[in-house]
């Protein structure tokens, strides 16, 4: 799988929107790119993910680059519960090959700010 | 959140005896999945299921086992546990070959 940068942290004021850079230059055409979270003492919380095309979900948007070799995933209005850390994931799909491992690198600790 | 249960939540152990962690999840996914999370190395994968009674191993399988003999269980057996395995051991789940979702994860301490 290919391996992702991140920054090691970052701060967002409350209510501000939270835009987490992460550079994934050496993706390849089938790897989709992953968003999970981890909140302090809890499991990893699945956010959102995409191949190509910007993705929308109820908790984030993903930007993803014409060219893939990056992404932005934007929390729109950050609150405190979002202070975690941040992974930014690219995987191939599951075949009979690759049954879905997820490859978590060191993250971005995100704290939200009052 | 998707319906994924792990037993104990917290354990104190002694080095040379077994565990065993249990998964539970009520969503009928196909995959389920054991990592452990440590300081400085992330998560890893440790034993995956692709089905009841199909497993793998996963980057750092030594020293554990596991079973699934139904799709809503699946169990992580330390043989005989060491100081090395103390960890976060988290379980998680998936149906559609695309997401996993994690449970809340067990602090396991081998003393």
């Known amino acids: 799988d290919a391996k992702t940068t991140q920054p090691p942290s970052m701060d967002c004021a409350e209510g501000r929107a939270a835009n987490l850079p992460c550079n994934h230059s050496?993706?390849?055409?089938?790897?989709?790119v992953y968003w999970y979270r981890q909140i302090h003492s809890q499991g990893p919380q699945y956010i959102i993910h995409?191949?190509?095309n910007n993705e929308t979900n109820e908790m984030a948007s993903l930007i993803i680059t014409e060219d893939r070799k990056s992404s932005t995933l934007i929390l729109p209005h950050a609150t405190l519960r979002d202070t975690a850390v941040y992974y930014c994931?690219?995987?191939?799909?599951?075949?009979?090959?690759?049954?879905?491992?997820?490859?978590f690198g060191a993250g971005t600790q995100v704290v939200v700010t009052p | 959140d998707a319906g994924i249960t792990q037993s104990p939540r917290h354990k104190v152990t002694e080095t040379g005896t077994p565990v065993t962690l249990r998964c539970h999840q009520t969503e009928n996914h196909r995959y389920m999945y054991w990592y452990r999370q440590d300081p400085g190395h992330g998560l890893r994968l440790i034993h995956y299921s692709y089905g009841v009674k199909d497993t793998d191993k996963g980057e750092v399988s030594d020293g554990y086992s596991v079973s699934r003999s139904k799709t809503e269980d699946f169990l992580l057996t330390l043989e005989s546990a060491t100081s090395s395995q103390t960890s976060v051991y988290f379980c998680?789940?998936?149906?559609?070959?695309?997401?996993?979702?994690f449970g809340p994860g067990t602090r396991l301490l081998v003393l």
């Open positions: 995409g191949l190509k």
């Open positions: 050496t993706i390849s055409g089938n790897e989709y």
């Open positions: 998680a789940i998936s149906g559609n070959q695309e997401t996993q979702y």
């Open positions: 994931i690219v995987r191939v799909p599951m075949t009979t090959d690759s049954w879905g491992k997820l490859q």
